[in-house]
């Protein structure tokens, strides 16, 4: 049975890496729902996919701020029309600025919370409510939301929601025989690292492709046999 | 292809507390939410007919769509009586083959209702060995008036399947007759159909107490620690 993945984030990084993964690999997953903000890295790889689809896939690209809930809301309906179901849900898009206490604007907190916890929440409710239920869930967390770092509250917070929802979200749609499972990466060389250690040098870290191979290892045969309320994938 | 009528009797008074039966919560969700979805990953089951009670039929549709149901549900008021109920909701299955099943038992499994699905025989319902002893008894005089072999009883579970036309006129006897069943197997018997039984699971519980309402949400792996 042919298979659909959406990967949130999917413009770079983890969420590119991992597109390019199921671009290329000759499986089951034919339909790819690839969403991020409009952007010139984001246009680049959806070009690159019309040019050269060595397996006929289907791309069906749309651009989004997941800080945005009436959109998400919207766009569900959409990717369930043009797409039929979603079997496969990555959650990956993640944003932070890292930023002090005594600093923080309190709308900069409301906006890591949205894109890093209320959009994955609101795409999993509303493709259910859609009619939607899911083979596998991945969720992408972080290492920094096991552990509270200076000036990075915000993200931590967000993260540390990430893990726990994803608990609560595994043993509810336990009854669908949805996988959940969320995956804490830690470092790995892509822009959202280098605003947060902006001194490294990413070549010395976990590259995003490490990161694309765990989260295609969870979608194989294999990854039935993972069975983890957090992941840690580290280098 | 099988028409399933969920009934949504049989929780003791207790247990609701006021509120429809079917919106009690087991393991941090609606009871009827475990039938319903059970059901609906069973492809020769086409049509769910749900019986609602009054002035609630859009909390249940929204229960139904909430929870992603996509096997197309018909939905009849609730009868006074479960005979009552059944004899409406027949009418509106539209297959010759029906499954009853009650959203009481929310450990049903996907697997229970393809049991029956896949079983040659017409009218079967699961049912259980009995692993003590009955006696039976005159409740009048206290006398213990002889001995029940326990291998030749069973308990009756959900969820059964029938043929249509043999539950209906089964009902329709036992309307003219005056019959009160509880359930449909020992009625389809009684009223000269052949009903076969199969083995069903100990942990397909009816939940009637708030004891089981626990028992339950621990059979589904739900309590949590705070
Ligand atoms: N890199 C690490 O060391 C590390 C460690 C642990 C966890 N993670 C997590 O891994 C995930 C992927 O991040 P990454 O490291 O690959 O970073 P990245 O290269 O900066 O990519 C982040 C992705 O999220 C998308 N995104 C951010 N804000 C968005 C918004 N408002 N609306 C729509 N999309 C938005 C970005 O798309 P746009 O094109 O729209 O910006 C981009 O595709 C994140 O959840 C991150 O927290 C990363």
Redesign the interface.
């Known amino acids: 049975m042919p298979k659909s993945i959406l990967i949130t984030g999917a413009s770079k990084g983890i969420g590119a890496a991992t597109a390019e993964r199921f671009f290329y690999a000759d499986n089951d997953i034919t339909d790819l729902i690839l969403l991020a903000r409009e952007s010139e890295e984001f246009e680049k790889l959806i070009g690159r996919f019309a040019d050269d689809n060595p397996h006929g896939k289907r791309v069906f690209p749309h651009f989004i701020d997941l800080a945005d809930r009436a959109r998400i809301v919207g766009l569900m309906r959409d990717v369930m029309a043009e797409a039929g179901k979603v079997d496969i849900l990555i959650n990956n898009a993640g944003y932070t600025a890292p930023c002090a206490l005594q600093q923080i604007s309190f709308a900069d907190f409301e906006r890591t919370m949205g894109v890093n916890v209320y959009a994955p929440f609101t795409i999993v409710q509303e493709l259910?409510?859609?009619?939607?239920?899911f083979e596998l869930i991945v969720n992408i967390a972080s290492t920094a939301g096991m552990s509270g770092r200076p000036g990075w509250l915000t993200y931590g917070a967000s993260k540390a929601a990430v893990i726990n929802m994803s608990e609560a979200i595994k043993?509810?749609l336990?009854?669908?025989?949805t996988r959940v499972v969320c995956i804490s990466p830690g470092r790995c060389a892509t822009d959202l690292r280098r605003k947060l250690a902006p001194d490294e040098d990413p070549s010395t870290i976990m590259q995003p492709e490490h990161v694309a191979s765990v989260i295609d290892m969870l979608a194989s045969d294999v990854g039935h046999l993972v069975d983890s309320q957090n992941f840690v994938v580290r280098r | 292809m099988y028409s399933l009528m969920l009934l949504n009797g049989g929780i003791g008074n207790r247990v609701a507390a006021g509120r429809p039966k079917q919106f009690i919560e087991v393991a941090g969700r609606p009871i009827i939410v475990y039938s319903l979805v059970a059901a609906d990953a069973v492809p020769e089951i086409d049509q769910i007919v749900l019986n609602y009670p009054e002035g609630f039929r859009e909390e249940i549709e929204h229960l139904v769509a909430d929870y992603a149901v996509q096997t197309p549900v018909t939905y009849v008021a609730a009868g006074a009586s479960r005979h009552e109920s059944v004899a409406a909701m027949l009418p509106e299955c539209r297959n010759d083959r029906v499954l009853i099943h009650e959203s009481a038992r929310p450990l049903v499994g996907t697997a229970d209702f393809k049991q029956l699905v896949a079983d040659p025989r017409e009218n079967v319902s699961l049912m259980l060995p009995i692993p003590f002893t009955v006696a039976p008894v005159d409740p009048d005089t206290a006398l213990v008036t002889g001995s029940l072999e326990r291998d030749r009883l069973r308990n009756v579970q959900l969820p059964q399947k029938f043929l249509k036309a043999d539950l209906a006129e089964a009902h329709e006897q036992a309307r003219d007759r005056r019959l009160v069943f509880t359930e449909d197997a020992t009625l389809c018997a009684v009223t000269g159909h052949e009903v076969h039984f199969i083995d069903g699971q100990d942990t397909n519980i009816k939940v009637t107490t708030p004891t089981d309402v626990k028992l339950a949400g621990f059979l589904l792996g739900g309590d949590d620690d705070a």
């Open positions: 259910l409510h859609c009619g939607n239920t043993e509810e336990s009854i669908y025989g």
